[in-house]
């Protein structure tokens, strides 16, 4: 017998249940990690440099000796691109190249506004002095993650860059190192897991407090992160990877199925949803998933995401797909119709949107210029995607002539003296008394 993916029909007596459940993807028992990375950020906030070596020794499986073997030299980074094949050097240009142009237009700049009476608002922005990059190095390293943190710091202007990964064995990855000497790093550590978020949020002998810390990584990783929130700023709560897709009657088959499969092979715990009004299209698709599931190198891992995390959903019209799809807010989003555009303004929720069949989300993995480090989980509801503003902060601007105080002093004085709070009040009336 033939292995399927998971159909559900919206037409189902029990498709509400089902559909919970889907939404339910990104949940993360933080509960049970937390007692764990409580413990992690104690004893680096306590022993620094000497609690790094000692959870490297124990998650990494190797034994720093000195500080010094905690950094990544710039002799090694620099080496790793001048080795890479000319080729592949000539790919990871392209993909810094369109990343940085694309992140350059997000840029806001500061602005004033002269009102007539000489009041003078505005807006200052600057870059934090300090930005902290986590960069996953488990199951696979990934050096496009590198491009896609570091290049938005670099745009919004950020003078000091820290970056952590981790380094099983004390090894890394050459494309990764080839990555930050394409980005000009010269602060790198192989430290991973909640020990780098702690030693970024905190500071460390050797590692510098950062004001952010950006990119994805495991359920430590991200309870680390949510919990020095506060300390420091966060991009976002990142959970697994996801897909979803939207394809009608046009819509290839071949293409449906592979493209749930490259979010599948990142881990288990990834999820690949297909949402169609097509009966055909569903079941050519599911068919053809488990035809390229023999195919690939990381089939097991593929096959478990399919089976546990993915599904296909069988609406009555586009219109319910485009909805459920809105619920879902899938981190990743194919729009695979035969006129994609028509419904981009019914769109509400998704990290990153793919519009046509010639745009698989690969594309957007490496190369095409939008971030990658997107919300995942249902969380596109209310996050975007990694970028400038990222590193930025902004300031306010409030400059009052004697005319602008004057307009608008006893109103400000009266909300204040109603909240009762008199230095307020009477910080606003002393200027009065002057005009």
């Known amino acids: 017998m033939k292995e399927n993916m998971k159909q559900i029909k919206t037409e189902d007596k029990n498709f509400k249940k089902e559909f919970e459940e889907l939404l339910k993807r990104g949940h993360m028992d933080m509960d049970n990690v937390s007692k764990i990375v ?95 990059l986590y960069i996953p190095g488990g199951k696979a390293a990934y050096p496009s993650s590198l491009l896609m943190n570091a290049i938005p710091a670099i745009v919004a202007g950020v003078k000091e860059i820290v970056v952590c990964t981790p380094a099983p064995c004390n090894e890394l990855n050459s494309l990764l190192l080839a990555a930050m000497h394409l980005c000009g790093i010269k602060k790198a550590y192989k430290v991973g897991g909640a020990s780098a978020i702690s030693a970024m949020a905190y500071g460390t002998k050797t590692i510098s407090k950062v004001d952010v810390i950006t990119g994805p990584g495991n359920i430590f990783v991200a309870t680390a992160k949510k919990l020095v929130f506060g300390e420091v700023n966060i991009d976002m709560i990142a959970g697994p990877s996801e897909i979803g897709i939207l394809a009608d009657e046009s819509s290839d088959t071949n293409f449906l199925a592979i493209d749930l499969l490259s979010q599948a092979e990142h881990d288990e715990m990834a999820s690949s949803i297909l949402i169609t009004p097509s009966q055909r299209i569903a079941d050519e698709t599911s068919k053809k998933v488990y035809e390229w599931l023999e195919k690939l190198n990381r089939k097991e891992i593929a096959m478990a995401s399919i089976k546990e995390r993915g599904a296909i959903i069988v609406t009555r019209d ?97 909300i204040a003296r109603t909240e009762g709070l008199g230095a307020h009040e009477a910080s606003v009336l002393e200027r009065l008394k002057l005009i």
């Open 318 to 414: 586009m219109e319910e797909a485009v909805n459920l799809m809105n619920e879902i807010a899938p981190e990743h989003l194919e729009v695979m119709t035969q006129y994609p555009f028509d419904l981009l303004p019914k769109i509400k929720h998704a990290g990153a949107i793919f519009m046509g069949r010639f745009t698989p989300e690969p594309i957007g993995d490496y190369i095409a210029g939008p971030n990658h480090t997107l919300p995942t989980g249902g969380t596109a509801k209310f996050y975007s995607p990694l970028g400038v503003e990222n590193f930025l902060k902004k300031s306010s601007i409030i400059s009052m002539s004697q005319e602008g105080i004057k307009e608008i002093g006893k109103e400000c004085a009266l």
């Open 38 to 132: 409580l413990d992690i950020i104690s004893e680096i906030k306590k022993d620094g440099n000497e609690a790094l070596k000692k959870h490297i020794e124990k998650f990494d499986m190797w034994t720093p000796k000195s500080d010094e073997e905690l950094q990544i030299s710039c002799e090694s980074m620099k080496k790793a691109y001048d080795e890479l094949d000319i080729e592949l050097k000539k790919a990871l240009q392209l993909a810094y190249d369109r990343i940085k142009a694309y992140h350059q237009k997000q840029k806001p700049t500061s602005w004033l506004d002269y009102e007539e009476n000489g009041n003078v608002l505005g807006q200052k922005v600057t870059p934090v002095d300090r930005a902290g």
